[in-house]
């Protein structure tokens, strides 16, 4: 019979910490053991002050009220940051998401991508109005038509180049070949400028032709242009079999590094004191380019007119409101757009805030509601007595969609080491039994996971039985919007083994696995 040694609650509890105050202000993240240190957030550490909320006209109580209706919501934030007249009011990190933690943008990546179409242009490596077949000679198709041949880096930009499909970067991904050439595939239905269809594989070609036109990838090109001077640093992008960084997504940054891509483009691309990007791209960018859709180059625009802002898949966020002085970063794993409709809620209702009326009450309430949160539940001890008869056993699975072999668990006293074998090889996650442990794993998870695979994705683990034959696993992908529930059920020696996601835009659950214990030879 399972047995718990735990005081805690099982409910999953949306857990997150806030950061207000002056400059130099610490942060404290939510402790993973009792033991855990502290890390201090301080100017030097990203080259951002710090003040109180109600300091630069932000009202605390918004602020915190956001929070709530997004923990009422049941979305997992993982972390934000408000920024105001020159300094950061307000940030926080649900554990085990943290500020020095990189996190997958996903479309947000556009909006950088348009920042390098911008630098581009003004250096004279191209025009608005060239054609995108005018680049590539070797990946044409043996005929082109009359709208392909149109077809211009503005419609790139602007999501009208006329196709009648929406390519996603999870098609692209598993695409071995050359992702220029099979652009070229793309039927073009429509006179190119006259229909709005978003499209990743429009950002990737301007990123190949970044790379075509300048020799370097788009990330390398970038480096001293964009991220040097803003002090970004660390970033990883996806890319092509042959190179070329995806440019639709892929990026991975922090949270910090989204909030500055904001900042530059409320200071019309200027930072301290240089303009990084050209003051009139920024002003074309983030205007509606295309009437009905608030789109402009790369960037969107609220219905209300009050801001614009680049958006990532699964809830991440910089968000501009130019009239207001203000950027709010936001990182998530959330399905649709209840996040961003909390936000037109809440902002820039905040800014309506007098900065005559000291609130310190409102400040120390959000810093004491918020001060000991994680995203995780705490750790649930549980035992059955089955554990030690399958330990070390290997289950043979009947054929699957997912190409799974083996699957093996190995308890000890503490930890679970669960081993699973498919064609990319043996995978393991290192599962804490009494406490959530964090390492890295090379599981397979594309299917759940936007067609990303890493071979080697940070993961922090938590397994509980909830009764003498039935195993569920937690694994949060922390450098990703994504968690997975693993649920193994034990009946004699055969297994069954169920697992779903949080966010994917593809089905979020996949076909049970089903295996039987290898008998050993005596």
């Not at 997150?16 to 993240?29: M, N």
């Not at 392909?148 to 006329?162: A, N, Q, V, Y």
């Not at 803003?230 to 990026?251: H, K, M, Q």
């Amino acid at each position: 019979m399972v047995t718990s040694k735990s005081k805690y609650s099982l409910s999953r509890r949306q857990v997150f910490r806030v950061i207000t105050g002056a400059a130099g202000s610490s942060l404290v993240p939510a402790a993973m053991f009792a033991s855990s240190t502290s890390q201090t957030i301080t100017q030097s550490d990203d080259g951002l002050e710090r003040r109180s909320p109600d300091e630069v006209g932000v009202d605390p109580r918004v602020v915190l009220n956001f929070i709530d209706s997004a923990f009422t919501n049941k979305l997992d934030l993982h972390s934000f940051m408000l920024y105001r007249s020159g300094y950061v009011v307000a940030e926080g990190w649900s554990w085990p998401y943290q500020y020095h933690r990189p996190h997958m943008m996903h479309s947000l990546t556009k909006s950088v991508t348009a920042c390098g179409v911008g630098l581009a242009l003004d250096e004279g490596y191209f025009s608005l109005h060239d054609k995108v077949v005018s680049f590539f000679d070797e990946a044409l198709p043996a005929v082109i038509s009359s709208k392909l041949g149109s077809m211009t880096i503005k419609d790139l930009l602007t999501m009208r180049s006329g196709h009648d499909i929406s390519v996603s970067g999870s098609t692209f991904r598993q695409v071995k070949t050359s992702w220029v050439a099979e652009f070229f595939k793309i039927p073009v239905i429509h006179q190119p400028g006259t229909h709005f269809l978003y499209s990743s594989a429009l950002s990737f070609m301007l990123s190949a032709i970044i790379t075509k036109t300048t020799g370097e990838s788009l990330r390398d090109y970038l480096e001293p242009r964009l991220f040097q001077p803003l002090g970004i640093s660390d970033l990883t992008w996806g890319a092509s079999p042959n190179g070329i960084n995806s440019g639709g997504n892929g990026l991975s940054w922090t949270t910090v590094d989204s909030l500055k891509l904001g900042i530059l483009h409320l200071m019309m691309g200027e930072w301290k004191g240089q303009q990084v990007i050209p003051r009139n791209w920024v002003n074309q960018a983030t205007r509606t380019q295309v009437p009905g859709e608030q789109y402009g180059y790369h960037w969107w625009q609220n219905v209300s007119g009050s801001a614009y802002f680049a958006e990532g898949a699964f809830g991440q966020f910089s968000i501009v409101f130019p009239e207001h002085d203000a950027v709010l970063t936001l990182t998530a794993g959330v399905q649709g757009e209840t996040l961003l409709d909390l936000v037109w809620e809440h902002f820039p209702t905040a800014f309506l805030y007098s900065t005559l009326r000291q609130n310190v009450m409102a400040n120390n309430e959000l810093r004491s509601r918020t001060d000991n949160l994680r995203l995780l539940p705490e750790p649930r001890f549980t035992e059955s007595p089955l554990a030690k008869q399958i330990s070390g056993r290997t289950y043979v699975i009947e054929p699957n969609d997912d190409n799974v072999s083996e699957i093996q668990l190995t308890f000890s006293d503490d930890n679970l080491d669960f081993r699973i074998s498919d064609d990319r090889g043996d995978h393991h996650v290192n599962v804490g039994m009494r406490d959530w442990i964090e390492g890295r794993t090379s599981v397979t998870g594309n299917k759940l996971h936007h067609q990303y695979q890493s071979k080697a994705m940070v993961v922090v683990a938590h397994g509980q039985w909830w009764d003498e034959h039935t195993l569920e696993m937690t694994w949060q992908f922390v450098e990703t919007a994504w968690v997975d529930t693993v649920v193994c059920r034990f009946f004699d020696d055969r297994i069954s083994i169920d697992r779903r996601v949080n966010a994917n835009y593809a089905p979020r659950v996949r076909p049970t696995l089903r295996g039987r214990q290898l008998q050993e030879i005596p």
